[in-house]
């Protein structure tokens, strides 16, 4: 595995559990990264090993909840949309939380080394979800696809 991005990631609390999942995802489900299969099947598949290392907390995909009320982060002009399959919205690939609660670990943007949208768009969602649904950790992850599974890119956002 990239070096620096375990570095990354285990410089916060998170970063072990993470760890743990993307190397139980690189194992079981290579396969999806090599073929270039598409985000939301790999961060699926991440979100499930994830849950493992935090049996305490609910991982969830594309949660579109904060409390009852849609997420919505205004300073993007993005709202939740159902039918956006495009993953324009202001739908997190996956986050640890407590349905239900105020309670927001982690948020994690996923993106494949393949994909051409820009990452300071990523970037912008997870520092939103930091200040405006207070989640205590934001995490950029860029995997490699289409050829061997590693972490490309890893960084924490702090605001």
């Known amino acids: 595995m990239n070096p620096t ?16 999942a993307l190397q139980e995802l690189f194992s079981s489900d290579g396969l999806l990264l090599q073929i270039d299969a598409n985000e939301r099947s790999v961060a699926y598949r991440l979100a499930m090993y994830l849950q493992r290392q935090l049996p305490q907390l609910h991982v969830d995909c594309e949660y579109n909840r904060d409390g009852v009320d849609p997420k919505r982060i205004q300073h993007l002009y993005l709202e939740p949309n159902a039918e956006d399959t495009e993953a324009k919205t202001a739908f997190p690939d996956i986050i640890a939380h407590i349905r239900g609660t105020q309670t ?19 970037l912008a969602k997870l520092r939103g979800y930091k200040r405006n649904l207070n989640y205590e950790f934001a995490l950029f992850i860029e995997l490699v696809a289409g050829g061997e599974p590693d ?3 890893a960084e924490w956002i702090d605001a």
Do not use: H, Q, W
């Not at 991005?5 to 743990?20: D, N, R, Y």
């Open 151 to 153: 972490i490309s890119r």
């Open 5 to 20: 991005a375990v570095e990354v990631l285990e410089s916060k609390a998170p970063g072990a559990a993470v760890l743990a």
């Open 104 to 122: 927001n670990y982690l948020v994690i943007e996923l993106k494949k080394s393949t994909n051409t949208v820009p990452r300071d768009t990523d």
